[in-house]
C-alpha cells in the first residue's frame, strides 16, 4: 500500500505531451497605431505537430492576409532548440498571392541568441529562380546587418502580378495623374541601422523580359550614408558600371554612370 503525501509536500505535476496543435477558422486584425492601417488574417488552419518538444515539428497552415491566399508547409528543428538558441534547421514551401501557381521553397538554419539573428545555408527557390546565401542582424545600440547572396539565375518576371493586378496597378497609378508619388523619399529609415552587403546574381530577368548579366554589388551603409561601390552589370553587348551615394543627411542621391 502506497504511503499518503505528507502535508504541505508539492505533488509533481504529471507529464504531459501534446502531439497536434489545431486552429480552424480563425480571424484577428493588427492595427497600427501610429498609422491606423490595419491587416487582416484569416486562417482557414493551422496544425502543428511534434512528438516531443525535442523532435522536429511540422506545420500546415492556409488563409488569407489583406484577402490574398497563402500556403505554407513543411517542418523545422525541435521548438527547444530555438528556445535553447541553438541551430534550428527548417525546410518549407510557401505559396502567396498572385504566385499561387507556383511554390517558393525556403530552406537553412536559423539562430537566434539576444544579441545575434542569423540564416545560414539559405536556399530560397521559385520556378526556374533560386538564391543562395547567409544573412546576419546584430543587435545593440544600433543594429548592423550582413548580407551575402548570390544566384544563377533570378527571374523577376515570376513574380510580376497577374493581368487583372497588373490593371489595377495601372489605374491607380494614373488616376492621381503621377507615376511616382510626389511625396519625399523615406531616407530617415536610413539611419536605423547599418549594414553590408555583397550580392551577385549570374543573369537577373526584370519584370519586363529584359536580360541583365553578370552582376555584382557591394553596399555598405552606415550612419544614414548608403554607398554602393560598385554595381557592376552587362547588357546586351556592354558593360556597365556604376556608383550610387545616398545620403539621409542631406536628402540627396548621387549617380556615376561609366
Same mark, same amino acid.
Given at each position: 500500500? =502506497?504511503?499518503?503525501?505528507?502535508?504541505?509536500?508539492?505533488?509533481?505535476?504529471?507529464?504531459?505531451?501534446?502531439?497536434?496543435?489545431?486552429?480552424?477558422?480563425?480571424?484577428?486584425?493588427?492595427? #497600427?497605431?501610429?498609422?491606423?492601417?490595419?491587416?487582416?488574417?484569416?486562417?482557414?488552419?493551422?496544425?502543428?505537430?511534434?512528438?516531443?518538444?525535442?523532435?522536429?515539428?511540422?506545420? #500546415?497552415?492556409?488563409?488569407?492576409?489583406?484577402?490574398?491566399?497563402?500556403?505554407?508547409?513543411?517542418?523545422?528543428?525541435?521548438?527547444?532548440?530555438?528556445?535553447? =538558441?541553438?541551430?534550428?534547421?527548417?525546410?518549407?514551401?510557401?505559396? =502567396?498571392?498572385?504566385?499561387?501557381?507556383?511554390?517558393?521553397?525556403?530552406?537553412?538554419?536559423?539562430?537566434?541568441?539576444?544579441?545575434?539573428?542569423?540564416?545560414?545555408?539559405?536556399?530560397?527557390?521559385?520556378?526556374?529562380?533560386?538564391?543562395?546565401?547567409?544573412?546576419?542582424?546584430?543587435?545593440?545600440?544600433?543594429?548592423?546587418?550582413?548580407?551575402?547572396?548570390?544566384?544563377?539565375?533570378?527571374?523577376?518576371?515570376?513574380?510580376?502580378?497577374?493581368?487583372?493586378?497588373? =490593371?489595377?496597378?495601372?489605374?491607380?497609378?494614373?488616376?492621381?495623374?503621377?507615376?511616382?508619388?510626389?511625396?519625399?523619399?523615406?531616407? #530617415?529609415?536610413?539611419?536605423?541601422?547599418?549594414?553590408?552587403?555583397?550580392?551577385?546574381?549570374?543573369?537577373?530577368?526584370?519584370?519586363?523580359?529584359?536580360?541583365?548579366?553578370?552582376?555584382?554589388?557591394?553596399?555598405?551603409?552606415?550612419?544614414?550614408?548608403?554607398?554602393?561601390?560598385?554595381?557592376?552589370?552587362?547588357?546586351?553587348?556592354?558593360?556597365?558600371?556604376?556608383?550610387?551615394?545616398?545620403?539621409?543627411?542631406?536628402?540627396?542621391?548621387?549617380?556615376?554612370?561609366?
Amino acid at each position: 500500500m =502506497a504511503a499518503a503525501p505528507q502535508a504541505g509536500a508539492k505533488t509533481p505535476l504529471p507529464n504531459i505531451a501534446i502531439e497536434e496543435v489545431r486552429i480552424e477558422k480563425a480571424s484577428f486584425t493588427q492595427r #497600427d497605431g501610429q498609422t491606423g492601417k490595419t491587416m487582416q488574417v484569416a486562417i482557414d488552419h493551422l496544425i502543428l505537430r511534434a512528438k516531443s518538444l525535442t523532435t522536429p515539428l511540422s506545420l #500546415d497552415l492556409a488563409g488569407l492576409l489583406d484577402g490574398n491566399a497563402f500556403a505554407l508547409s513543411g517542418t523545422t528543428g525541435p521548438v527547444a532548440d530555438i528556445l535553447a =538558441a541553438k541551430p534550428w534547421p527548417f525546410d518549407l514551401s510557401a505559396k =502567396a498571392g498572385f504566385a499561387l501557381a507556383a511554390q517558393i521553397k525556403a530552406a537553412g538554419t536559423f539562430v537566434m541568441t539576444d544579441k545575434l539573428y542569423s540564416l545560414d545555408n539559405l536556399k530560397l527557390e521559385l520556378g526556374k529562380s533560386a538564391l543562395s546565401g547567409s544573412a546576419k542582424v546584430a543587435l545593440g545600440t544600433k543594429p548592423k546587418a550582413t548580407v551575402r547572396l548570390a544566384s544563377d539565375v533570378l527571374d523577376l518576371s515570376e513574380l510580376a502580378p497577374t493581368s487583372e493586378e497588373g =490593371a489595377a496597378a495601372r489605374e491607380k497609378k494614373t488616376s492621381g495623374g503621377r507615376v511616382f508619388p510626389a511625396d519625399p523619399l523615406p531616407l #530617415d529609415g536610413l539611419k536605423s541601422i547599418d549594414a553590408d552587403a555583397e550580392i551577385s546574381i549570374g543573369k537577373l530577368i526584370l519584370p519586363n523580359k529584359m536580360a541583365l548579366n553578370d552582376m555584382t554589388a557591394k553596399a555598405i551603409l552606415k550612419n544614414g550614408l548608403l554607398e554602393v561601390k560598385p554595381l557592376a552589370l552587362k547588357l546586351g553587348g556592354g558593360a556597365v558600371t556604376s556608383d550610387i551615394v545616398v545620403d539621409a543627411g542631406t536628402q540627396s542621391l548621387i549617380l556615376t554612370v561609366s
